[in-house]
Protein backbone atom coordinates (compact mmCIF):
# COMPACT_ATOMS: atom_id res chain seq x y z
CA UNK A 1 0.00 0.00 0.00
CA UNK A 2 1.07 3.41 -0.17
CA UNK A 3 3.72 4.77 2.04
CA UNK A 4 3.17 7.87 4.14
CA UNK A 5 5.11 9.72 1.87
CA UNK A 6 2.85 9.03 -0.93
CA UNK A 7 0.02 9.92 1.47
CA UNK A 8 1.73 13.36 1.92
CA UNK A 9 2.26 14.30 -1.80
CA UNK A 10 -1.54 12.67 -2.40
CA UNK A 11 -2.84 15.34 0.16
CA UNK A 12 -0.28 18.23 -0.75
CA UNK A 13 -1.48 17.72 -4.08
CA UNK A 14 -4.83 18.26 -3.34
CA UNK A 15 -4.49 20.97 -1.26
CA UNK A 16 -2.60 22.94 -4.05
CA UNK A 17 -5.66 22.06 -6.39
CA UNK A 18 -8.48 23.44 -3.98
CA UNK A 19 -6.33 26.42 -3.25
CA UNK A 20 -6.98 27.04 -7.45
CA UNK A 21 -10.23 27.32 -6.85
CA UNK A 22 -10.55 30.55 -4.75
CA UNK A 23 -7.55 32.04 -7.41
CA UNK A 24 -9.52 31.44 -9.94
CA UNK A 25 -12.55 33.46 -8.75
CA UNK A 26 -9.86 36.20 -7.12
CA UNK A 27 -9.07 35.94 -11.11
CA UNK A 28 -12.63 36.61 -12.57
CA UNK A 29 -12.84 39.52 -10.23
CA UNK A 30 -9.69 41.32 -10.73
CA UNK A 31 -8.48 40.15 -14.53
CA UNK A 32 -11.68 39.77 -15.54
CA UNK A 33 -11.08 35.99 -16.86
CA UNK A 34 -14.40 33.60 -17.77
CA UNK A 35 -15.46 32.73 -14.31
CA UNK A 36 -18.85 32.56 -12.82
CA UNK A 37 -19.26 31.57 -8.98
CA UNK A 38 -22.58 31.90 -7.00
CA UNK A 39 -22.76 31.84 -3.35
CA UNK A 40 -25.39 29.12 -2.97
CA UNK A 41 -23.76 26.79 -5.58
CA UNK A 42 -20.35 26.96 -4.17
CA UNK A 43 -21.84 26.35 -0.52
CA UNK A 44 -23.97 23.54 -1.54
CA UNK A 45 -20.99 22.12 -3.56
CA UNK A 46 -18.87 22.05 -0.54
CA UNK A 47 -21.44 20.33 1.16
CA UNK A 48 -21.84 17.92 -1.38
CA UNK A 49 -18.21 17.11 -1.35
CA UNK A 50 -17.97 16.87 2.25
CA UNK A 51 -20.26 14.24 1.89
CA UNK A 52 -19.11 12.71 -0.82
CA UNK A 53 -15.72 12.68 1.08
CA UNK A 54 -17.52 11.23 4.27
CA UNK A 55 -18.54 8.26 2.16
CA UNK A 56 -15.83 7.83 0.93
CA UNK A 57 -14.07 7.10 4.06
CA UNK A 58 -16.80 5.08 5.58
CA UNK A 59 -16.70 2.97 2.31
CA UNK A 60 -13.66 3.13 0.66
CA UNK A 61 -12.65 -0.01 1.79
CA UNK A 62 -14.94 -1.65 -0.72
CA UNK A 63 -12.81 -0.26 -3.31
CA UNK A 64 -9.61 -1.26 -1.69
CA UNK A 65 -10.88 -5.02 -0.67
CA UNK A 66 -12.44 -5.71 -3.94
CA UNK A 67 -8.77 -4.92 -5.67
CA UNK A 68 -7.02 -6.98 -3.03
CA UNK A 69 -8.86 -9.64 -3.12
CA UNK A 70 -8.19 -9.77 -6.57
CA UNK A 71 -4.53 -9.37 -6.70
CA UNK A 72 -4.47 -12.27 -3.79
CA UNK A 73 -5.90 -14.38 -6.54
CA UNK A 74 -3.61 -12.34 -9.96
CA UNK A 75 -3.40 -13.86 -12.69
CA UNK A 76 0.77 -12.96 -13.39
CA UNK A 77 3.17 -11.65 -11.57
CA UNK A 78 3.64 -7.54 -13.34
CA UNK A 79 6.98 -5.98 -11.81
CA UNK A 80 5.89 -2.43 -10.05
CA UNK A 81 8.04 -0.22 -12.11
CA UNK A 82 7.64 3.48 -14.43
CA UNK A 83 6.82 0.99 -17.49
CA UNK A 84 3.72 -0.90 -15.89
CA UNK A 85 2.77 2.23 -14.34
CA UNK A 86 2.50 3.96 -17.54
CA UNK A 87 0.55 0.56 -19.05
CA UNK A 88 -1.75 0.70 -16.04
CA UNK A 89 -2.06 4.39 -16.45
CA UNK A 90 -3.15 3.82 -19.76
CA UNK A 91 -5.63 0.77 -18.87
CA UNK A 92 -7.06 2.98 -16.04
CA UNK A 93 -7.82 5.47 -18.25
CA UNK A 94 -9.84 2.84 -20.47
CA UNK A 95 -11.49 1.66 -17.20
CA UNK A 96 -12.39 5.19 -16.28
CA UNK A 97 -14.13 5.74 -19.67
CA UNK A 98 -16.27 2.69 -19.12
CA UNK A 99 -17.27 3.63 -16.12
CA UNK A 100 -18.14 6.76 -17.19
CA UNK A 101 -19.80 6.07 -19.73
CA UNK A 102 -22.52 3.06 -18.11
CA UNK A 103 -22.55 5.81 -15.11
CA UNK A 104 -24.62 8.09 -17.91
CA UNK A 105 -26.33 5.23 -20.10
CA UNK A 106 -28.21 3.14 -17.49
CA UNK A 107 -30.27 4.87 -14.82
CA UNK A 108 -28.65 3.20 -11.89
CA UNK A 109 -25.41 4.24 -12.50
CA UNK A 110 -26.95 7.92 -13.39
CA UNK A 111 -28.54 8.43 -10.04
CA UNK A 112 -25.04 8.20 -8.68
CA UNK A 113 -23.20 10.28 -11.09
CA UNK A 114 -25.79 12.73 -11.79
CA UNK A 115 -24.50 14.44 -8.33
CA UNK A 116 -21.66 16.00 -10.36
CA UNK A 117 -23.99 17.08 -13.50
CA UNK A 118 -26.04 18.87 -11.61
CA UNK A 119 -24.66 22.63 -11.11
CA UNK A 120 -26.14 25.08 -13.72
CA UNK A 121 -22.24 26.73 -13.61
CA UNK A 122 -18.86 25.41 -14.75
CA UNK A 123 -16.39 26.34 -13.01
CA UNK A 124 -13.17 24.45 -10.58
CA UNK A 125 -15.34 24.13 -8.32
CA UNK A 126 -18.01 21.71 -10.03
CA UNK A 127 -15.39 19.10 -9.55
CA UNK A 128 -15.72 18.63 -5.74
CA UNK A 129 -19.85 18.09 -6.52
CA UNK A 130 -19.14 14.33 -6.42
CA UNK A 131 -21.41 11.32 -6.11
CA UNK A 132 -22.19 9.81 -1.86
CA UNK A 133 -22.97 6.62 -3.18
CA UNK A 134 -20.07 5.70 -5.83
CA UNK A 135 -19.17 2.95 -3.53
CA UNK A 136 -22.02 1.00 -3.28
CA UNK A 137 -23.33 1.73 -6.88
CA UNK A 138 -21.28 -1.33 -8.44
CA UNK A 139 -19.09 -0.42 -10.85
CA UNK A 140 -16.00 0.16 -8.12
CA UNK A 141 -15.68 -3.57 -9.39
CA UNK A 142 -14.58 -2.29 -12.91
CA UNK A 143 -11.32 -1.68 -10.72
CA UNK A 144 -10.54 -5.18 -10.14
CA UNK A 145 -9.79 -6.41 -13.67
CA UNK A 146 -6.26 -4.88 -13.60
CA UNK A 147 -5.70 -6.22 -10.10
CA UNK A 148 -6.31 -9.81 -11.37
CA UNK A 149 -4.24 -9.45 -13.83
CA UNK A 150 -1.60 -9.00 -11.74
CA UNK A 151 -1.02 -4.78 -11.38
CA UNK A 152 0.20 -3.34 -7.80
CA UNK A 153 -2.72 -2.25 -5.95
CA UNK A 154 -0.64 0.95 -5.33
CA UNK A 155 0.22 1.42 -8.98
CA UNK A 156 -3.74 1.21 -9.47
CA UNK A 157 -4.81 3.28 -6.40
CA UNK A 158 -1.94 6.03 -7.70
CA UNK A 159 -3.08 5.72 -11.58
CA UNK A 160 -6.47 6.47 -10.34
CA UNK A 161 -5.70 9.22 -8.13
CA UNK A 162 -3.62 10.90 -11.45
CA UNK A 163 -6.39 10.36 -13.50
CA UNK A 164 -8.89 12.23 -10.84
CA UNK A 165 -6.57 14.86 -10.80
CA UNK A 166 -6.17 15.61 -13.98
CA UNK A 167 -9.48 16.37 -14.40
CA UNK A 168 -9.87 18.67 -12.07
CA UNK A 169 -7.98 21.79 -14.66
CA UNK A 170 -10.65 20.64 -17.38
CA UNK A 171 -13.40 22.06 -15.31
CA UNK A 172 -13.53 25.41 -16.35
CA UNK A 173 -14.42 28.43 -18.82
CA UNK A 174 -11.14 30.36 -18.20
CA UNK A 175 -9.57 28.02 -20.86
CA UNK A 176 -10.71 28.26 -24.50
CA UNK A 177 -8.87 26.38 -26.27
CA UNK A 178 -5.13 24.65 -25.54
CA UNK A 179 -2.87 23.71 -28.98
CA UNK A 180 -4.65 21.86 -31.70
CA UNK A 181 -2.55 18.85 -30.88
CA UNK A 182 -3.06 18.51 -26.98
CA UNK A 183 -6.89 18.94 -28.45
CA UNK A 184 -6.32 15.44 -30.35
CA UNK A 185 -4.35 13.64 -27.52
CA UNK A 186 -6.12 14.96 -24.19
CA UNK A 187 -8.72 16.00 -22.54
CA UNK A 188 -8.98 19.64 -22.58
CA UNK A 189 -11.60 22.52 -20.98
CA UNK A 190 -13.42 22.42 -24.17
CA UNK A 191 -14.08 19.34 -24.44
CA UNK A 192 -15.29 18.87 -20.83
CA UNK A 193 -17.81 21.91 -21.26
CA UNK A 194 -19.13 19.69 -23.96
CA UNK A 195 -19.63 16.88 -21.00
CA UNK A 196 -21.73 18.84 -19.17
CA UNK A 197 -23.68 20.87 -21.20
CA UNK A 198 -27.46 19.69 -21.56
CA UNK A 199 -27.74 21.13 -25.41
CA UNK A 200 -28.71 18.20 -26.87
CA UNK A 201 -26.53 17.91 -29.36
CA UNK A 202 -23.73 18.09 -26.53
CA UNK A 203 -25.71 15.10 -24.95
CA UNK A 204 -23.66 11.91 -23.50
CA UNK A 205 -20.70 12.93 -25.08
CA UNK A 206 -17.24 13.56 -24.53
CA UNK A 207 -16.78 10.94 -21.40
CA UNK A 208 -13.13 10.57 -21.65
CA UNK A 209 -10.84 11.10 -18.20
CA UNK A 210 -7.41 11.74 -19.79
CA UNK A 211 -7.04 10.51 -23.49
CA UNK A 212 -9.57 11.50 -25.71
CA UNK A 213 -8.67 8.36 -28.14
CA UNK A 214 -11.29 6.48 -26.13
CA UNK A 215 -14.14 9.15 -27.36
CA UNK A 216 -12.61 8.96 -31.04
CA UNK A 217 -12.59 5.06 -31.00
CA UNK A 218 -16.12 4.71 -29.39
CA UNK A 219 -17.84 6.94 -31.50
CA UNK A 220 -18.94 9.38 -28.47
CA UNK A 221 -16.86 12.60 -29.46
CA UNK A 222 -18.49 15.72 -30.08
CA UNK A 223 -16.26 19.04 -30.74
CA UNK A 224 -17.35 22.47 -28.91
CA UNK A 225 -19.11 24.16 -31.33
CA UNK A 226 -18.33 27.83 -31.02
CA UNK A 227 -21.97 28.79 -32.60
CA UNK A 228 -23.63 26.99 -29.87
CA UNK A 229 -22.33 27.64 -26.31
CA UNK A 230 -23.10 25.01 -23.87
CA UNK A 231 -25.40 25.44 -21.14
CA UNK A 232 -24.79 23.42 -18.29
CA UNK A 233 -26.65 21.33 -16.09
CA UNK A 234 -29.49 18.52 -16.37
CA UNK A 235 -31.88 18.55 -19.32
CA UNK A 236 -34.55 18.34 -15.86
CA UNK A 237 -32.54 20.93 -13.89
CA UNK A 238 -33.00 21.04 -10.35
CA UNK A 239 -34.19 24.16 -8.10
CA UNK A 240 -33.01 23.48 -5.01
CA UNK A 241 -29.35 23.71 -2.94
CA UNK A 242 -30.16 21.44 -0.38
CA UNK A 243 -27.13 19.05 -0.80
CA UNK A 244 -29.43 16.05 0.44
CA UNK A 245 -31.66 16.27 -2.37
CA UNK A 246 -28.84 17.02 -4.32
CA UNK A 247 -27.25 14.04 -4.22
CA UNK A 248 -30.57 11.73 -3.27
CA UNK A 249 -32.63 13.27 -6.18
CA UNK A 250 -32.69 10.80 -8.44
CA UNK A 251 -33.14 7.87 -6.60
CA UNK A 252 -36.48 8.92 -4.91
CA UNK A 253 -37.28 9.81 -8.62
CA UNK A 254 -36.30 5.93 -9.38
CA UNK A 255 -38.23 4.94 -6.26
CA UNK A 256 -41.49 6.76 -7.31
CA UNK A 257 -41.00 5.11 -10.53
CA UNK A 258 -40.56 1.30 -9.04
CA UNK A 259 -43.64 1.80 -6.98
CA UNK A 260 -45.84 2.93 -10.12
CA UNK A 261 -49.06 0.84 -9.97
CA UNK A 262 -49.75 -1.95 -13.22
CA UNK A 263 -46.11 -1.95 -14.26
CA UNK A 264 -44.60 -5.36 -15.69
CA UNK A 265 -41.20 -6.23 -14.20
CA UNK A 266 -39.40 -5.95 -17.59
CA UNK A 267 -40.95 -2.89 -17.33
CA UNK A 268 -39.68 -1.80 -13.54
CA UNK A 269 -36.38 -3.40 -14.70
CA UNK A 270 -36.01 -0.74 -17.36
CA UNK A 271 -37.26 2.44 -15.00
CA UNK A 272 -33.89 0.94 -12.73
CA UNK A 273 -31.50 -0.14 -15.34
CA UNK A 274 -32.49 1.84 -18.99
CA UNK A 275 -30.72 5.13 -19.89
CA UNK A 276 -32.46 8.27 -18.33
CA UNK A 277 -35.40 9.51 -19.68
CA UNK A 278 -36.53 5.82 -20.61
CA UNK A 279 -40.36 5.65 -19.90
CA UNK A 280 -43.31 2.79 -20.42
CA UNK A 281 -45.33 5.62 -22.04
CA UNK A 282 -42.74 7.31 -24.04
CA UNK A 283 -44.08 10.46 -22.02
CA UNK A 284 -40.76 11.27 -21.49
CA UNK A 285 -37.45 11.82 -23.68
CA UNK A 286 -34.03 10.50 -23.63
CA UNK A 287 -31.12 11.62 -25.82
CA UNK A 288 -31.94 10.14 -28.86
CA UNK A 289 -35.47 11.64 -28.85
CA UNK A 290 -33.98 15.20 -27.58
CA UNK A 291 -31.76 14.97 -30.69
CA UNK A 292 -34.09 13.54 -33.35
CA UNK A 293 -36.38 16.66 -32.19
CA UNK A 294 -33.64 19.20 -32.21
CA UNK A 295 -32.33 18.19 -35.85
CA UNK A 296 -35.82 18.51 -36.91
CA UNK A 297 -36.01 21.63 -35.87
CA UNK A 298 -32.85 22.62 -37.37
CA UNK A 299 -34.00 21.08 -40.42
CA UNK A 300 -37.19 22.95 -40.60
CA UNK A 301 -35.63 26.15 -39.89
CA UNK A 302 -32.94 25.25 -42.98
CA UNK A 303 -35.93 24.94 -45.24
CA UNK A 304 -37.57 27.75 -43.67
CA UNK A 305 -34.26 29.54 -45.11
CA UNK A 306 -34.01 27.81 -48.26
CA UNK A 307 -37.66 28.59 -49.26
CA UNK A 308 -36.58 32.26 -48.72
CA UNK A 309 -33.96 32.14 -50.65
CA UNK A 310 -35.01 30.18 -53.53
CA UNK A 311 -38.06 32.95 -53.46
CA UNK A 312 -35.35 35.76 -53.77
CA UNK A 313 -33.36 33.75 -56.54
CA UNK A 314 -35.87 34.83 -59.36
CA UNK A 315 -36.09 38.42 -57.65
CA UNK A 316 -37.23 41.09 -60.04
CA UNK A 317 -36.91 44.81 -59.76
CA UNK A 318 -39.29 45.99 -57.26
CA UNK A 319 -39.92 42.71 -55.51
CA UNK A 320 -37.44 43.44 -52.57
CA UNK A 321 -40.41 44.55 -50.96
CA UNK A 322 -42.39 41.30 -50.91
CA UNK A 323 -39.31 39.48 -49.71
CA UNK A 324 -38.63 41.97 -46.61
CA UNK A 325 -42.69 41.01 -45.84
CA UNK A 326 -41.73 37.60 -46.24
CA UNK B 1 -10.94 8.75 11.04
CA UNK B 2 -8.40 11.52 12.10
CA UNK B 3 -7.02 11.82 8.11
CA UNK B 4 -11.11 11.99 6.94
CA UNK B 5 -11.79 14.18 9.13
CA UNK B 6 -9.03 16.75 8.00
CA UNK B 7 -9.96 16.37 4.04
CA UNK B 8 -13.60 17.10 5.11
CA UNK B 9 -12.07 20.24 7.46
CA UNK B 10 -9.78 21.75 4.21
CA UNK B 11 -13.18 21.17 1.97
CA UNK B 12 -14.49 23.15 4.40
CA UNK B 13 -12.25 25.56 4.71
CA UNK B 14 -11.51 25.79 1.08
CA UNK B 15 -15.41 26.77 0.87
CA UNK B 16 -15.35 29.53 3.36
CA UNK B 17 -12.89 31.39 1.36
CA UNK B 18 -14.64 30.92 -1.72
CA UNK B 19 -17.74 32.27 -0.18
CA UNK B 20 -15.99 34.99 1.43
CA UNK B 21 -14.68 35.94 -2.23
CA UNK B 22 -17.85 35.58 -3.89
CA UNK B 23 -19.30 37.57 -1.11
CA UNK B 24 -16.65 40.63 -1.58
CA UNK B 25 -16.58 40.10 -5.50
CA UNK B 26 -18.80 41.51 -8.03
CA UNK B 27 -20.71 37.93 -8.47
CA UNK B 28 -23.64 38.42 -6.12
CA UNK B 29 -26.27 39.67 -8.25
CA UNK B 30 -29.70 36.97 -8.63
CA UNK B 31 -30.67 37.07 -12.60
CA UNK B 32 -34.44 39.29 -12.83
CA UNK B 33 -36.73 39.48 -15.90
CA UNK B 34 -36.76 42.48 -17.67
CA UNK B 35 -39.96 41.92 -19.39
CA UNK B 36 -42.33 39.09 -20.81
CA UNK B 37 -40.48 38.65 -23.56
CA UNK B 38 -37.05 38.04 -22.15
CA UNK B 39 -39.15 35.25 -19.92
CA UNK B 40 -40.46 34.14 -23.47
CA UNK B 41 -36.98 33.56 -24.55
CA UNK B 42 -36.12 31.61 -21.71
CA UNK B 43 -38.79 29.59 -21.58
CA UNK B 44 -38.26 28.36 -24.80
CA UNK B 45 -34.80 27.53 -24.73
CA UNK B 46 -36.03 24.68 -22.75
CA UNK B 47 -39.22 23.91 -24.29
CA UNK B 48 -38.70 25.38 -28.16
CA UNK B 49 -41.86 23.72 -29.04
CA UNK B 50 -44.54 24.99 -26.60
CA UNK B 51 -46.86 27.68 -27.78
CA UNK B 52 -47.59 29.91 -24.75
CA UNK B 53 -50.36 31.91 -24.91
CA UNK B 54 -50.04 34.63 -21.98
CA UNK B 55 -47.27 35.24 -19.97
CA UNK B 56 -47.66 37.02 -16.05
CA UNK B 57 -44.60 37.56 -14.81
CA UNK B 58 -44.08 38.02 -10.81
CA UNK B 59 -43.90 41.50 -9.30
CA UNK B 60 -39.94 40.68 -8.16
CA UNK B 61 -39.14 39.70 -11.34
CA UNK B 62 -38.18 36.50 -10.44
CA UNK B 63 -40.55 33.89 -11.99
CA UNK B 64 -42.81 33.69 -14.31
CA UNK B 65 -46.04 32.04 -15.47
CA UNK B 66 -47.14 30.59 -18.41
CA UNK B 67 -50.43 30.04 -20.13
CA UNK B 68 -50.24 27.34 -22.59
CA UNK B 69 -52.00 26.62 -25.59
CA UNK B 70 -52.85 23.05 -24.84
CA UNK B 71 -54.69 24.47 -22.24
CA UNK B 72 -54.14 21.94 -19.09
CA UNK B 73 -50.41 22.63 -18.12
CA UNK B 74 -48.89 25.63 -16.88
CA UNK B 75 -45.70 26.69 -17.90
CA UNK B 76 -43.67 28.27 -14.88
CA UNK B 77 -39.48 29.86 -15.60
CA UNK B 78 -38.20 30.00 -11.98
CA UNK B 79 -35.37 32.04 -10.91
CA UNK B 80 -32.38 29.72 -9.67
CA UNK B 81 -29.64 31.64 -7.92
CA UNK B 82 -27.99 33.65 -11.34
CA UNK B 83 -30.01 30.71 -13.62
CA UNK B 84 -33.66 30.14 -14.62
CA UNK B 85 -35.34 26.89 -14.67
CA UNK B 86 -38.49 26.12 -17.11
CA UNK B 87 -40.99 23.32 -16.62
CA UNK B 88 -44.53 22.50 -17.51
CA UNK B 89 -46.73 21.72 -14.61
CA UNK B 90 -49.39 18.91 -15.18
CA UNK B 91 -52.20 17.78 -13.11
CA UNK B 92 -50.65 16.36 -9.92
CA UNK B 93 -47.28 18.10 -10.45
CA UNK B 94 -48.60 21.07 -7.71
CA UNK B 95 -48.87 18.90 -3.75
CA UNK B 96 -50.59 22.57 -2.48
CA UNK B 97 -50.78 26.31 -3.19
CA UNK B 98 -51.41 29.23 -0.52
CA UNK B 99 -51.74 32.22 -1.04
CA UNK B 100 -49.98 34.72 1.91
CA UNK B 101 -50.57 37.87 1.22
CA UNK B 102 -49.32 38.87 -1.92
CA UNK B 103 -47.54 35.63 -2.53
CA UNK B 104 -48.26 32.08 -3.74
CA UNK B 105 -46.02 29.32 -2.42
CA UNK B 106 -46.36 26.45 -4.41
CA UNK B 107 -45.03 23.35 -3.07
CA UNK B 108 -44.49 20.75 -5.87
CA UNK B 109 -44.45 17.10 -6.02
CA UNK B 110 -40.92 16.80 -7.91
CA UNK B 111 -38.45 16.02 -4.66
CA UNK B 112 -35.57 17.94 -7.08
CA UNK B 113 -37.84 21.20 -7.23
CA UNK B 114 -40.04 21.33 -4.25
CA UNK B 115 -41.31 24.65 -4.38
CA UNK B 116 -41.84 28.05 -5.75
CA UNK B 117 -42.76 31.29 -4.31
CA UNK B 118 -44.72 33.98 -6.95
CA UNK B 119 -45.43 37.46 -6.09
CA UNK B 120 -48.17 38.44 -7.73
CA UNK B 121 -49.34 42.08 -6.53
CA UNK B 122 -52.52 42.36 -8.66
CA UNK B 123 -54.79 41.00 -6.87
CA UNK B 124 -56.90 39.68 -10.38
CA UNK B 125 -53.87 37.86 -11.43
CA UNK B 126 -52.69 36.47 -7.73
CA UNK B 127 -56.70 34.97 -7.68
CA UNK B 128 -56.92 33.74 -11.57
CA UNK B 129 -53.26 32.17 -11.13
CA UNK B 130 -54.64 30.76 -7.39
CA UNK B 131 -57.33 28.78 -9.37
CA UNK B 132 -55.25 27.78 -12.26
CA UNK B 133 -52.74 25.90 -10.09
CA UNK B 134 -54.97 24.52 -7.59
CA UNK B 135 -56.35 22.84 -10.40
CA UNK B 136 -52.98 21.35 -11.04
CA UNK B 137 -53.62 19.83 -7.39
CA UNK B 138 -54.63 16.17 -7.09
CA UNK B 139 -57.26 14.46 -5.23
CA UNK B 140 -57.66 16.10 -1.36
CA UNK B 141 -54.55 17.91 -1.17
CA UNK B 142 -55.75 20.85 -2.08
CA UNK B 143 -54.89 23.93 0.47
CA UNK B 144 -57.15 26.44 2.18
CA UNK B 145 -56.48 29.44 0.67
CA UNK B 146 -57.48 33.63 1.14
CA UNK B 147 -56.70 35.64 -1.28
Redesign the interface.
Known amino acids: MPDPTYATLVNLAQLAILLLIPLELFLAATLRIKAEYEMRDTLATVLVSAGSIYFWGVLGWLFVAGVLFAYAHRLFEIPATWWSFLIVFVLDDLRYYWFHRISHRSRWFWASHVVHHSSQHFNLSVNLRQSWTSQFSGLTLLNVPLAWLGFHPALIGLAFSVNLLYQFWIHTEAIDRMPRWFEALLNTPSHHRVHHANNPRYLDANYAGVFMIWDHLFGSFVAEDRAEPPRYGLVKNLTTFNPIRIATHEYIAIAKDLVKPGLTLRQRLAYLFAPPGWSHDGSRQGTESLRAAEAARRQRAQNAVRSIGSASQPMEPGSAETLAVG | ?R??LI??G???L??A???L???F????RQAGLADPGEALNLFR?QF??SVPRNITLTSDGRNALIDLSDGSAVGLL?G????W?A?VLHDGDVASVQANEATLRLKLTD????R?ALLLTDPNERSQWLARLQSLVRGPETSPSHA
Open positions: MDLAIVNLVGVTALIYSSQRAPDQYGRRNRYGSPA
